[in-house]
T-cell receptor, first 113, second 115 residues
Framework: GDSVTQTEGQVTVSESKSLIINCTYS????????LFWYVRYPGEGLQLLLK?????QKGSSRGFEATYNKETTSFHLQKASVQESDSAVYYC??????????FGLGTRVSVFP | GALVYQYPRRTICKSGTSMRMECQAV??????VAWYRQSPQKTFELIAL?????????EQNFTQEKFPISHPNLSFSSMTVLNAYLEDRGLYLC???????????FGSGTRLTVL
């Protein structure tokens, strides 16, 4: 089956510092799945942060970036300088087209001033 | 843009009773709708995927008898949790995608509490 493993638990980071959330995936159903990062801000629903559907490409949104690396089967999320408003839970997910998404466990990011 | 509305936002039901949640796509035609559950301390688990003109496909551990789903048109879907018990509590999300099929758009979720 498909699985997604990401940095677990909570990450605490100071404002203006860099952030990286690791994500690796495994799939037996398709060679190159679509990869996504979703974010859930406090009190809100799940929002798409960025997506990459082509291996080797980089996606970016709101200062976040993630590169689809098929060699290492990774899709790490990075931001060079975080803000308090980036405090949220981030989910890495893969889509094998035929089914719904497979999500990682989520990483809670807390940014303090 | 594409939006998905889900209601109710929160609901409480007594153990053994049932509750229905609804999902509406706005701004696009939802050719497929996926229902997920996030139980406490867990990630989002796929319950079932409903695609227009295809049978609804339930994942292991979830059944139509427990979670009947209706997807009558390209903008609406509903799911009922029948005979809810403590283990059914959590956040239920519906995600819908349109003809482009690349992105799943999610509603805000329905948080179910079972007493």
């Amino acid at each position: 089956g498909d699985s997604v493993t990401q940095t677990e638990g909570q990450v605490t980071v100071s404002e203006s510092k860099s952030l990286i959330i690791n994500c690796t995936y495994s799939t037996t159903s398709i060679a190159y799945p679509n990869l996504f990062w979703y974010v859930r801000y406090p009190g809100e629903g799940l929002q798409l942060l960025l997506k990459v559907i082509t291996a080797g490409q980089k996606g970016s949104s709101r200062g976040f970036e993630a590169t689809y690396n098929k060699e290492t089967t990774s899709f790490h999320l990075q931001k060079a300088s975080v803000q308090e408003s980036d405090s949220a839970v981030y989910y890495c997910a893969l889509d094998n087209y035929a089914q719904g998404l497979t999500f990682g466990l989520g990483t809670r990011v807390s940014v303090f001033p | 843009g594409a939006l998905v509305y889900q209601y109710p936002r929160r609901t409480i039901c007594k153990s053994g009773t049932s509750m229905r949640m609804e999902c509406q796509a706005v701004g696009f035609q939802a050719t497929s709708v996926a229902w997920y559950r996030q139980s406490p301390q867990k990630t989002f688990e796929l319950i079932a995927l409903s695609t227009v003109n295809s049978a609804i496909k339930y994942e292991q551990n979830f059944t139509q008898e427990k979670f009947p789903i209706s997807h009558p048109n390209l903008s609406f879907s509903s799911m009922t949790v029948l005979n809810a018990y403590l283990e059914d509590r959590g956040l239920y999300l519906c995600g819908a995608r349109g003809y482009s099929a690349e992105t799943l758009y999610f509603g805000s979720g329905t948080r179910l509490t079972v007493l």
